[in-house]
T-cell receptor, first 111, second 114 residues
Framework: SQQGEEDPQALSIQEGENATMNCSYK?????LQWYRQNSGRGLVHLIL?????REKHSGRLRVTLDTSKKSSSLLITASRAADTASYFC???????????FGTGTKLQVIP | SQTIHQWPATLVQPVGSPLSLECTVE??????LYWYRQAAGRGLQLLFY??????ISSEVPQNLSASRPQDRQFILSSKKLLLSDSGFYLC?????????????FGEGSRLTVL
């Protein structure tokens, strides 16, 4: 079953604009992760945020986590055509080893 | 450095035929191992995960099974494929022990059942 739901399902922006994707989940978590998938390829890990963290940065990526609302957002600043891909959030519940993915946001960055 | 190998990359099989997808990890010991399936344009569905040899957790009752005969080998099998088994299968590993962190994915196996 899907733990997370991403919003929007698809997003199309111009190069240089910022892209924001949201993820909502259902149960308490140990950490939340964001991944990127180019078409037909495996997923690549982008960033991990723990349940006791509220915000994290990595290069052009900014992730926020609101455990009271069970939601997270991924912001990609100054987008580039190469950022075109699908983005997924994934949750890990405490005490468990399974990693459950959301439905994904398909991002298109137009040059 | 750690690497993950997954094969075959592409597979076309008739309904009712058996299936075996294999995944191996190099450069690490006692990893957690995962099998996911992705339908076209959809999210990832967790099928199986394993925290050790012979320890398999099944997430979705279905036509598939998984085995972990060696520490760094994870196999996905079916005795008789269904049309609904078509999809993109992804193997992944993570460092064992403690809360799960980053997953490292293979390049996937695309299965078409005709």
């Amino acid at each position: 079953s899907q733990q997370g739901e991403e919003d929007p399902q698809a997003l199309s922006i111009q190069e240089g604009e910022n892209a924001t994707m949201n993820c909502s989940y259902k149960t308490s978590i140990n950490n939340l992760q964001w991944y990127r998938q180019n078409s037909g390829r495996g997923l690549v890990h982008l960033i991990l945020i723990r349940s006791n963290e509220r915000e994290k940065h990595s290069g052009r990526l900014r992730v926020t986590l609101d455990t009271s609302k069970k939601s997270s957002s991924l912001l990609i600043t100054a987008s580039r055509a190469a950022d075109t891909a699908s983005y997924f959030c994934a949750t890990v519940m405490g005490g468990y080893q399974k990693v459950t993915f959301g439905t994904g946001t398909k991002l298109q960055v137009i040059p | 450095s750690q690497t993950i190998h997954q094969w075959p990359a592409t597979l076309v099989q008739p309904v009712g035929s058996p299936l075996s997808l294999e995944c191996t990890v190099e450069g690490t010991s006692n990893p957690n191992l995962y099998w996911y399936r992705q339908a076209a344009g959809r999210g990832l569905q967790l099928l199986f995960y394993s925290v050790g040899i012979g320890q398999i957790s099944s997430e979705v009752p279905q036509n598939l099974s998984a085995s972990r005969p060696q520490d760094r080998q994870f196999i996905l099998s079916s005795k008789k494929l269904l049309l609904s088994d078509s999809g993109f299968y992804l193997c992944a590993w993570s460092v064992g022990k403690g809360a799960v962190g980053e997953l490292f994915f293979g390049e996937g196996s695309r299965l078409t059942v005709l």
